[in-house]
């Protein structure tokens, strides 16, 4: 069974930092271009951040770019989002993302999890 799942959300004053992580299992990880995607209340889903297979490659949102680092550990399964200099716009739900990279219309998501900032 495909899964992952996502961990590190929470509340956070602006000007603050958090790291959302996402362990994948059920797949070849290595298989996935990861990415992050957001959704506040009322909008659309929108990317925030992709990483390619081995990290060699990354894409940055506008509004995230100098803010937010995509990484990933291939050995643990997982990607992260480093989250600096947060503001409120960016309280959101946050999504992890697998695309296979050989079949582009295979694609899993991960449950989301609540980024919240507020002071």
């Known amino acids: 069974q495909v899964q992952f799942v ?3 959300g929470g509340l956070v004053q602006p000007g603050g930092s958090l790291r959302l992580s996402c362990v994948a299992s059920g797949l070849t990880f290595t ?6 995607y ?3 209340q009322g909008k659309e889903r929108d990317l925030v951040a992709d990483i390619t297979p081995f990290g060699g490659n990354t894409n940055y ?4 770019k100098g803010r937010f680092t995509i990484s990933r550990d291939n ?15 960016d309280t959101a739900v946050y999504y992890c993302r697998c695309v296979i990279k050989f079949s582009p219309k295979t694609n899993y998501w991960g449950q989301g999890i609540q980024v919240t900032v507020s002071s």
């Open 38 to 40: 957001r959704q506040a």
């Open 61 to 64: 949102a506008d509004s995230v």
């Open 6 to 8: 996502e961990s590190g």
């Open 75 to 89: 050995a643990k399964n997982t990607v992260y989002l480093q989250m600096n200099s947060l503001k409120p716009e």
């Open 31 to 36: 298989s996935c271009v990861m990415s992050w």
